[in-house]
């Protein structure tokens, strides 16, 4: 236990040496303020770019916004580029260190490979989990705040609590393709094929019903207070994959010491 929070300390203070924390914090604060810009200017946008008779035809096509537009716009930026930043910022979590020989520093020290693998994924997951929250609650203000009504907070934070349910699922996999990979790209390659691989194999109609990555297709029913019958199987499994990556990664790692 002494080993892990001490693990915990060094993992906290990399985080905020290497300004990590500080990327996520500017990431997902850009996406809390400009999604409930988007949805609620995008008119009035094109509108003064078309001429006039261009721009009433093309709002004639769609609906005027409401705040759910907001949640709209901030999970598709999140599900995207969100997600596309935390790989980039945590894929060498592991390979960092092995190449600069401090792993097998500290294990030398007595430390064990589970206490190394968990205080990464418990200072990362935690960074970003509080950045998500942090955002999702700039959003919910800055959306009543435009549109005079945000929906329930807790239907709101369950929205927020699946994707972040999946940003902890892409860590798990992050970790455990650093752990795997000989380089830099190859952790990178391996972080983003697991990513496109979760959100193609939900798309798939009978095996989708199973695969975590739906929690990124259901934040809008779950914001709306709808939740999907697929909702617990996704919650298992996202949970149930997370533990096995981590699992992985300690073997590896015991695996490489040997």
Not at 59 to 86: C, E, H, K, R
Not at 226 to 233: E, I
Request: charge should be positive.
């Amino acid at each position: 236990m002494n080993h892990f929070l001490v693990l915990l300390e060094k993992e906290a203070r990399e985080i905020l040496r290497t300004k990590k924390l500080l990327v996520l914090v500017c990431v997902f604060l850009f996406f809390a303020f400009i999604s409930p810009l988007l949805a609620r200017f995008m008119g009035e946008f094109f509108e003064f770019l078309l001429p006039a008779a261009e721009a009433e035809q093309f709002m004639a096509l769609f609906p005027a916004p409401t705040w759910i537009d907001s949640y709209v716009q901030f999970y598709s930026n999140a599900t995207q580029m969100g997600t596309i930043v935390i790989i980039l910022l945590f894929m060498g979590l592991i390979l960092r260190e092995k190449r600069s020989g401090t792993a097998d520093l500290v294990f030398c020290k007595g430390v064990s490979p589970a206490s190394f693998v968990l205080a990464k994924f418990t200072v990362a997951g935690i960074a970003a989990l509080l950045c998500l929250l942090v955002a999702i609650l700039i959003n919910y203000g800055y959306t009543v705040f435009l549109f005079g009504e945000g929906g329930a907070l807790g239907h709101v934070m369950a929205g927020a609590g699946a994707y972040g349910l999946f940003v902890l699922l892409i860590l798990a996999w992050v970790i455990l393709a650093s752990t795997l990979a000989k380089s830099t790209g190859i952790s990178a390659v391996l972080g983003f094929m697991g990513f496109m691989g979760l959100l193609a194999l939900s798309a798939i109609p009978r095996l989708g019903r199973f695969v975590p990555g739906g929690l990124m297709t259901q934040n809008i029913p779950l914001t709306l207070g709808n939740f999907y019958p697929d909702f617990a199987a996704h919650l298992g499994v996202a949970a149930g994959l997370t533990a096995m990556f981590l699992v992985l990664a300690v073997w590896i790692l015991k695996r490489q010491e040997l």
